[in-house]
């Protein structure tokens, strides 16, 4: 079975830092599909940025990138400069590429609060 | 262009009514997934169509909760007979041909 571990519940970051919230998985499978979700505090499910399995650089989106390691079975986010608007829960998922059915396996999250 | 739409936004019912849950996919989308998160929880899947098709109800947590997406667009949760327990935020999901998943706002259900 696919398993999610985010073990940082909450985070502080200082505005204009960087920040890193950790993330590894568990799975069998050979291939499959890495996600980061922002949820703020308006309650919406924000996509970030999406890294797969076989892919050898690492993702990144703007201010956003992995840090991911297959080998250690973890997808670490980064954040750059840190912005206010930053400040949210952020989920980290995954999908197994095989089969019919691409469902979304989360992780229990970590608040991030972004301090000025 | 529109994103996934969901109503209605809140729901409150009382113990032993029956509930249906609307989810607008993004036009186009064929795909499209339902979700319940708990308070402070990630989301959890539910069940997941590929047009019309029901490929994976794996996720639904008993015979109460049942889905459908008739026309391969619009598509409702119903869950019959509603217990405390099924208070949550219930989430839809549209996607094309990627993998990224595109999330409505939700709707806040809370059973009394």
């Known amino acids: 079975a696919q398993k999610i571990t985010q073990t940082q519940p909450g985070m502080f970051v200082q505005e204009k830092e960087a920040v890193t919230l950790d993330c590894t998985y568990d799975?069998?499978?050979?291939?499959?599909?890495l996600f980061w979700y922002k949820q703020p505090s308006s309650g919406e499910m924000i996509f970030l940025i999406y890294?797969?399995?076989?892919?050898?650089q690492n993702a990144t989106e703007g201010r956003y990138s992995l840090n991911f390691q297959k080998a250690r079975k973890s997808t670490n986010l980064v954040i750059s400069a840190s912005q206010l608007g930053d400040s949210a829960m952020y989920f980290c998922?995954?999908?197994?590429?095989?089969?019919?059915?691409?469902?979304?396996?989360f992780g229990s999250g970590t608040r991030l609060l972004v301090r000025p | 262009g529109a994103g996934v739409s969901q109503s209605p936004r809140y729901k409150v019912t009382k113990r032993g009514q029956d509930v249906a849950l609307r989810c607008d996919p993004i036009?186009?989308?064929?795909?499209l997934y339902w979700y319940r998160q708990a308070l402070g929880q990630g989301p959890e899947f539910l069940t997941y169509?590929?047009?019309?098709?029901?490929?994976?109800k794996s996720g639904l947590p008993n015979d109460r909760f049942s889905a459908e997406r008739p026309e391969g667009s619009i598509s409702t949760l119903t869950i019959q007979r509603t217990e405390q327990r099924d208070s949550a935020m219930y989430r839809c999901?549209?996607?094309?041909?990627?993998?990224?998943?595109?999330f409505g706002p939700g709707t806040r259900l809370t059973v009394t």
């Open positions: 998922a995954m999908i197994p590429l095989h089969g019919s059915s691409y469902k979304l396996i």
């Open positions: 169509f590929n047009y019309e098709a029901q490929q994976d």
């Open positions: 036009s186009g989308h064929v795909s």
């Open positions: 890294q797969g399995s076989y892919d050898e």
């Open positions: 799975t069998s499978d050979q291939s499959y599909g």
């Open positions: 999901a549209s996607s094309s041909q990627g993998y990224e998943q595109y």
